[in-house]
């Protein structure tokens, strides 16, 4: 495909849980950088190109979610959070400032190298302007010049909010969409954090694109965070 490297930032304090990342992002033919603290992963950011940061939220001198807030002021690079923290409103908190996706430790290395992957996939679509019209995952395919929906081929017919739904997913593939960025998007900021609506519309998404809507395969229900389209 490219002969481009990636190079991942990893941000944890604990050098046992960095070494067995790097090892990982060694053998996947990942480039990588570590930082134990807050200050040290800045101070990297501003002087190397990083394509991707893993980020522990506990860190020695400040927190995790305030480095997050910080480089969100100039990069748009994916930050994946580990972390022992597994309040589902941390996860929520995290994915709200910035973060792209959430692994709770102990999390496994194929887990996380899937994640990279699919972060790292949006990474170029987003440098590419992702212009594609048609886009699919699995079975389910949506062209967006033409307002088409299928499943399997055969064409599905979505209301206008069922429609602008999944167009927010699949402008998102692979990545956790908390039910606040869900809501905000869909109806606009000022209508609150009212989830009911959003439940129901989902329901009727799924009814249409999903065989068994009880065992969803392409919308995952994130407990007490959000929904992801699943990147197959
Ligand atoms: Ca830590």
């Not at 046992?16 to 950088?33: A, M």
């Not at 992963?41 to 927190?63: T, W, Y």
């Not at 969100?72 to 959070?81: A, C, G, K, T, Y």
């Not at 062209?143 to 299928?150: C, E």
Request: aromatic content about 10%.
């Amino acid at each position: 495909m490219n002969s481009y490297k990636e190079f991942v930032l990893v941000v944890e304090d604990d050098s046992q849980i960095r070494n067995f990342i790097c090892y990982s992002l060694k053998q996947e033919g990942f480039g990588y950088f570590t930082a134990g603290t807050a200050q040290g992963a800045l101070g990297i950011l501003v002087s190397e190109q990083i394509d991707l940061m893993l980020l522990d939220l506990g860190l020695p001198d400040f927190d995790g979610m305030e480095v997050i807030k910080k480089v969100r002021e100039w990069s748009e690079m994916p930050i994946i959070v580990i972390s022992a923290r597994d309040q589902d409103k941390d996860k929520a908190a995290a994915l709200d400032i910035g973060a792209d996706d959430y692994l709770t430790k102990p999390f496994s290395t194929t887990e996380l190298m899937a994640r990279i992957r699919v972060a790292i996939r949006h990474l170029y679509k987003q440098r590419g302007g992702n212009t594609q019209a048609v886009l699919s995952v699995g079975g389910l395919q949506i062209d967006l010049s033409k307002h088409l929906v299928y499943l399997d081929e055969s064409e599905l017919h979505l209301t206008p909010m069922e429609y602008n739904l999944l167009v927010l997913f699949f402008k998102n593939i692979g990545k956790v969409l908390t039910t606040g960025y869900i809501i905000k998007e869909i109806w606009g900021v000022g209508y609150g954090t009212d989830t009911q609506a959003l439940r129901a519309l989902m329901a009727g998404l799924r009814r249409k694109i999903e065989k068994n809507p009880a065992k969803p395969r392409y919308i995952i229900t994130e407990i007490g965070v959000g929904y992801r389209l699943k990147d197959e």
